[in-house]
Structure formats: structure tokens, C-alpha cells
């Protein structure tokens, strides 16, 4: 199983990015997938989850304000659409899975499977 994580770039302040999740030897359609970031000197913390039923998750509630998970069965891929970047959204965005259809969580160590992270950076 390979997570790849694609869509990050220099975006200025109050602009847009659409992330994307695919994976190699596995149907993400059927399992849960969560979005993590990194920033530099921070600890990885996650930001929404989306079951295989397409139900998001958002940590805390209030990220959905600017964060929109999806997923596209057809494609077989999990979006993050972020909205109205801010300087401290600069982080590397990982997406995960466990392959568990239902089971949402901020809590990466539950994740076993990790895509390799794409860089997202704010800067005027």
C-alpha cells in the first residue's frame, strides 16, 4: 500500500489549494482517510477524516470553516480543499489511512499507512 499525497505550492495569502490523496495497491473507496500537517518545528497534528460512507470528520469542528475533505469513488482519491490560506497553514500535508472503512481519528498513531507529504507554503 502507497499513500501519495500531491497539490501543495507557494500560495499567497488568501488564496486557494486543492490537495490530493491516491493510492497504489489499495481502493481507497473502501477505507477511512485522514490529513495531517506538519509544520516546521510542530508536531504533527491531524485536520479531517472521511469514512468509506464519505461522512467528514473535522479537528476541531471548527477547521471546516476554511478545510472541505471529499472523495471521488470514480477516481478512487481523497481531496482537501483549503480555503483562505493563512501564513500559519505553511506545513507539509501527509494523508493517511489504516484501511478501516468507518474508523475516523485525529490520532496519528493509529494510522499505519502514510503518503509522503506535499508542501504547502504561505508567503506574500
Known amino acids: 500500500v502507497q499513500l501519495q499525497a500531491s497539490g501543495g505550492g507557494l500560495v499567497h495569502p488568501g488564496g486557494s489549494l486543492r490537495l490530493s490523496c491516491a493510492a497504489s495497491g489499495v481502493d481507497l473507496s473502501h477505507y477511512a482517510v485522514a490529513w495531517f500537517r506538519q509544520a516546521p518545528g510542530r508536531k504533527r497534528q491531524g485536520i479531517s477524516c472521511?469514512?468509506?460512507?464519505?461522512?467528514?470528520?473535522y479537528y476541531p469542528d471548527r477547521r471546516a470553516d476554511r478545510f472541505t475533505i471529499s472523495r471521488d469513488s470514480a477516481k478512487k482519491a481523497i481531496y482537501l480543499q483549503i480555503s483562505d490560506l493563512q501564513s500559519e497553514d505553511t506545513a507539509v500535508y501527509y494523508c493517511a489511512t489504516d484501511l478501516r472503512p468507518l474508523t475516523c481519528t485525529d490520532y496519528d498513531g493509529l494510522y499505519k499507512y502514510w503518503g509522503q507529504g506535499t508542501l504547502v507554503t504561505v508567503s506574500s
Open positions: 472521511i469514512n468509506s460512507a464519505a461522512v467528514p470528520r
